[in-house]
Structure formats: structure tokens, C-alpha cells
């Protein structure tokens, strides 16, 4: 059975800083790539976060991280990280990470080819 649990979020006033973990389980960890999301409050849609490739050589971010997020993993551990700086109060929400089992995923940045999902865990950013 596949687990991802997110952990690490809470309460921030803007400018502040947060690191995000999520633990995985039940799968080849080291041959999946890890995607971070959100779902910001009233919003539908989770929105691409950023991702990261099995071996943690490369990472790609949305546009409106700006440089002040970054990703990493431990596949020793079966983690993977969401170190979030410079918050902003729009960076309020709901953060989750998803897994997929393949080493080399087109298209990461889409919601649909991720097949595991965390539950989530909630980043409030007030001003």
C-alpha cells in the first residue's frame, strides 16, 4: 500500500519560512518522481508547485516561485522536501505531494500523471 504523508506546515507571517516533508512508502522511491502541489483556498484546482526527477539532479518550479522555493529528496530516507522562503500570504494553502513510479515523466507539471497523492498539509502565510 503506497503512503505519502506530508508534514511540516503551520502558521507563518509573510516574509517568514517553512520546510515541508513528505514521507513515502509502499513504493520504489528512488524511481519515482516527486511533484509538489496546492489548492489555495476557494480555488478548484491544485496548481503545480514544483517537481523534482529520481535522482534529485533536476528540479523545475512554477513561475511564481521566484526562487524561493526549493526541492529536494533523501531517497536514502524516502523523503522528498519543499523548503519555502520569503513567504507571501497568496503562498496560502493546502501543499501536497504526489509520486509517480517513472524515471523520466514528461508532462510533471500536470495533476493527472501523478498516481499517489499525500493527503496534504496546511500553509496559512498572514500579512
Known amino acids: 500500500q503506497v503512503q505519502l504523508v506530508e508534514s511540516g506546515g503551520g502558521s507563518v507571517q509573510a516574509g517568514g519560512s517553512l520546510r515541508l516533508s513528505c514521507a513515502a512508502s509502499g513504493l520504489t522511491f528512488s524511481a519515482c518522481t516527486m511533484g509538489w502541489f496546492r489548492q489555495g483556498p476557494g480555488k478548484e484546482e491544485r496548481e503545480f508547485v514544483g517537481a523534482i526527477n529520481w535522482s534529485g539532479g533536476r528540479t523545475s518550479y512554477a513561475d511564481f516561485v521566484e526562487g524561493r522555493f526549493t526541492i529536494s529528496r533523501n531517497n536514502a530516507e524516502n523523503a522528498v522536501f519543499l523548503q519555502m522562503n520569503s513567504l507571501k500570504p497568496e503562498d496560502t494553502a493546502v501543499y501536497y505531494c504526489?509520486?509517480?513510479?517513472?524515471?523520466?515523466?514528461?508532462?510533471?507539471?500536470?495533476?493527472?500523471?501523478?498516481?499517489?497523492w499525500g493527503q496534504g498539509t496546511q500553509v496559512t502565510v498572514s500579512s
Open positions: 504526489a509520486a509517480e513510479p517513472s524515471m523520466n515523466l514528461r508532462d510533471f507539471r500536470r495533476e493527472s500523471v501523478y498516481d499517489y
